[in-house]
């Protein structure tokens, strides 16, 4: 089985097409299998680009412990770059189907190849149930919880995915390896989470970090980025256009007010391929 090995951000996943070979029969055994970093080849999990009758391809996420995820920000942009450089939708402007929906993705093309992706990643989900989350509040902003014998205030919003964000004062200290895995299995989040502790700098300027849920911490998470985004406007702490600061790099964001769309830019790399050898 051909797989290419890429990253957004340093949040990187194997890529499988099954454009030209069978799609893996169980992809959640060879996510498991793949990812690990001393017996695989590495990675937060695998992403299957897939043929599709709605858009360019289609987008399946598998987290490193096998779990499926509806949506991930990082990754689809890479998709759009593997299918503009393999040749399979070689154009500026790509559609991939995801579980959030069909996404429309715009490439910057140098000497021949994606670099950087921007990505309308559509309306954010506010509504608690259809997050899901059973925290109080419409929308659920700064919502009082225990966790870990501490009272935090979370705000949530779905990109396709849950997320949970935190405001702190210093991101770099927050214990996020010991809060992290509390707050993604806490009752409250029937689904699990993604939790995000982020540090405002400036109203124009954010410093994050992420605990994936079914990953644990990684150094980039689109979706989460665009979250924080969301959070940071709910909450008056932001305005529309955001830098946003995670350990892997980068990202630009944009939402213009609730009815509007969270655009986010970020690059793409592609970093080795090779042969797994068990399909």
């Known amino acids: 089985m051909k797989f290419t090995k890429m990253h957004g951000l340093g949040n990187d996943y194997v890529y499988v097409e099954a454009f030209t070979q069978p799609a893996p029969a169980d992809p959640g055994a060879l996510a498991r299998a793949v990812s690990d970093r001393h017996f695989g080849i590495g990675s937060d999990g695998l992403i299957l680009i897939l043929p599709s009758d709605k858009a360019d391809a289609r987008m399946r996420m598998f987290n490193s412990d096998g779990s499926e995820g509806e949506m991930c920000g990082n990754g689809v942009r890479c998709v759009a770059k593997y299918i503009h450089d393999h040749d399979i939708a070689r154009k500026p402007r790509v559609t991939v189907e995801t579980g959030r929906g069909v996404l429309t993705l715009d490439l910057t093309v140098e000497g021949g190849a994606a670099r950087l992706v921007r990505v309308d990643m559509g309306t954010p989900i506010l509504d ?43 991101v770099e200290t927050f214990p996020l390896e ?29 410093r994050m970090r992420t605990w994936e849920r079914g990953s644990g911490v990684t150094l980039a998470c689109g979706t989460g980025a665009c979250s924080v985004a969301v959070a940071g406007v709910l909450t008056g702490r932001t305005g529309p256009r955001v830098l946003a600061h995670l350990p892997g790099g980068d990202l630009e964001l944009e939402w213009a007010d609730r009815e509007a769309p969270v655009f986010m830019t970020g690059p793409a790399t592609e970093v080795f391929s090779g042969v797994w050898p068990e399909g």
């Open 128 to 170: 608690a149930e259809r997050i899901p989350t059973t925290l109080p509040g419409d929308p659920v902003v700064d919502a009082p919880i225990e966790i870990g014998g501490k009272e935090l205030r979370l705000t949530a919003v779905s990109m396709g995915n849950p997320h949970a964000v935190l405001f702190v004062d210093d």
């Open 178 to 206: 010991a809060l992290g895995p509390l707050i993604e299995r806490h009752p409250t989040f029937p689904r699990r989470v993604n939790f995000h502790a982020a540090q405002v700098i400036s109203p124009t300027e954010v």
